[in-house]
């Protein structure tokens, strides 16, 4: 009998009164693998994070942790919002700590814990500071420690990076896919960053406008560790196009020689999305 999956969701469905948000979503996620989420905004992602850590009950279907149904609340994910969410008069050992303190551990213990991952986390040295001291990616770090430190299960990563810099957040990427090597996490991540979902998931689940549903699994079969300079980057342009495909339609050549369109996925904040026709946006030839 083959093992379970770490994590199963199954036909999860969700509606807040007349609004349908999750409409029969399934997804699985094995064991130390990374795994993303990509989607429209409004989707309903973080609607299912919502889902896993308990925050909001679904209407149907049910998640299964190591074969075992879950219901409700259960401590067993870890949760990193898309802020990091530091309280700006505690310093950062005290920040990092605090996940461990509300649980119930006392503050030597909790920060006996958190000390060791500060240096693998480059905050060593910065344990005095106050967050206003910190760049944006040592925040992020930090952030990081408080939700790793606590061992759950699975990390629930809602866009980590998506109120950083570019530069910052290639570099935080890049960081995140050399502690996840080292730690072996079992994560998974909601972005709509095409690119950062490439390169640091073993597979990528594609949800449609909401109502949210899987319309295309996607394996990404590069080697570890990523670079944007490797050999494998033909391959990686490769599947993310078919990630773009997925999620705005192909482009088809049309009009003026040397033009292109784009049939657009209908917004899912418009009311009228569904019997709109679709948009047409022009593109004129790149030199």
Do not use: C
């Not at 910052?168 to 890049?174: E, F, G």
């Amino acid at each position: 009998m083959s093992e379970p999956h770490k994590l199963e969701l199954r036909d999860i469905r969700k509606s807040f009164d007349d609004l349908n948000v999750l409409d029969g979503v399934s997804l699985h996620v094995a064991k130390g693998e990374f795994v993303s989420m990509l989607g429209p905004s409004g989707a309903g992602k973080s609607t299912l994070f919502q889902v896993l850590t308990g925050a909001t009950r679904a209407d149907g279907g049910e998640v299964r942790l190591d074969g075992e149904r879950l219901e409700g609340p259960t401590g067993r994910f870890a949760f990193m919002p898309q802020r990091d969410a530091l309280l700006p008069w505690r310093r950062i050992l005290a920040n990092t700590t605090l996940g461990l303190e509300v649980q119930g551990v006392s503050r030597r213990e909790a920060r006996d814990r958190v000390l060791p991952l500060l240096a693998q986390f480059g905050l060593a040295g910065f344990e005095r500071h106050y967050p206003a001291q910190l760049s944006g990616g040592m925040r992020q770090r930090a952030a990081l420690v408080r939700t790793v430190v606590q061992k759950r299960e699975i990390l629930l990563l809602d866009e980590p990076f998506g109120a950083l810099d570019a530069l910052t957040r290639a570099s935080m990427q890049r960081w995140l896919e050399e502690m996840w090597e080292r730690f072996q996490w079992t994560a998974l991540l909601i972005t709509h960053d095409v690119r950062e979902a490439v390169f640091l998931s073993d597979r990528i689940y594609v949800l449609s406008a909401r109502p949210a549903r899987v319309v295309r699994e996607v394996e990404v079969p590069l080697s570890r560790p990523r670079s944007l300079a490797d050999p494998a980057r033909l391959e990686a342009t490769r599947i993310e196009a078919e990630l773009f495909e997925a999620l705005i339609g192909p482009m088809r050549p049309s009009g003026p020689a040397g033009a292109n369109t784009v049939e657009a996925a209908p917004d899912s904040g418009d009311a009228n999305a569904n019997s709109a026709p679709p948009r047409r946006q022009t593109q004129g030839t790149r030199t």
